[in-house]
């Protein structure tokens, strides 16, 4: 069964950086695109980018490009999000997924349990 | 960027009765739409990618339909563990994947 699994809460202070990770299992983590979907509290969903294991390739959506990193390491099947300098306002759950098939255009099945981040000023 | 507008915002309904949730594209994403179920404190679900293909394990009773630029999610014989936000999102034009804001269904 595919799963992912993220990295526990974290509580930081403003201009603080942070990684969160996402490390999979049952499958085949360098050929899926892994993508990192932002929810802030009471908002929806927004997809903030994504990232190919297999070479490195990520993409971006403009909102999140410039404030976050995305990047993956194969070896370990693990995904990340990092932020050099935390706002207040990256206060939100990180959720990390997976499409359906290994391609791009495809619908996400697969979901991490979230990852809460708080970021006081 | 594509832009999804789901309606109505809230939806309240009987249990045994049929609700009918919309969503809209203000460019056509052909048949790459999807529908996603949140439950409070949980993550997301997939339940309709496709635009009508139902997810594995998703009951009959959801029901996807629409294609370009307007979608509907039927749900029938409405039960209280229904209760929760709908998005719909389109995955045609990226990046970015963009979702709607959400449609939360309350059974009365």
């Known amino acids: 069964e595919a799963q992912l699994l993220q990295s526990r809460a974290e509580v930081k202070k403003a201009g603080e950086s942070l990684r969160i990770f996402c490390e999979a299992s049952g499958f085949s983590f360098s050929t899926y695109w892994i993508s990192w979907v932002r929810q802030m509290p009471g908002k929806g969903l927004e997809w903030m980018g994504s990232?190919?294991?297999?070479?490195?390739?990520?993409r971006y959506s403009p909102s999140f490009e410039g404030h976050v990193i995305i990047s993956a390491d194969k070896s370990v099947n693990t995904a990340y999000l990092q932020w050099s300098s935390l706002e207040p306002s990256d206060t939100a759950i990180y959720y990390c997924v997976r499409p359906s098939r290994p391609s791009l255009r495809v619908a996400f099945d697969v979901w991490g349990q979230g990852t809460v981040v708080t970021v006081s000023s | 960027e594509t832009v999804m507008t789901q309606s109505p915002g809230t939806l309240s309904v009987s249990p045994g009765d049929t609700a009918t949730l919309s969503c809209r594209a203000s460019?056509?994403?052909?048949?790459?739409l999807a529908w996603y179920q949140q439950k409070p404190g949980q993550a997301p679900r997939l339940l309709i990618y496709?635009?009508?293909s139902r997810a594995t394990g998703i009951p009959a009773r959801f029901v996807g339909s629409g294609s370009e630029t307007e979608f509907t999610l039927t749900i029938t014989s409405l039960q209280s563990e229904d209760s929760a936000v709908y998005y719909c999102?389109?995955?045609?034009?990226?990046?970015?994947?963009?979702f709607g804001q959400g449609t939360k269904l309350e059974i009365k």
């Open positions: 496709g635009a009508s």
């Open positions: 460019q056509s994403v052909r048949s790459l």
């Open positions: 990232i190919f294991p297999g070479d490195s390739d990520t």
């Open positions: 999102q389109q995955y045609y034009d990226w990046p970015p994947y963009t």
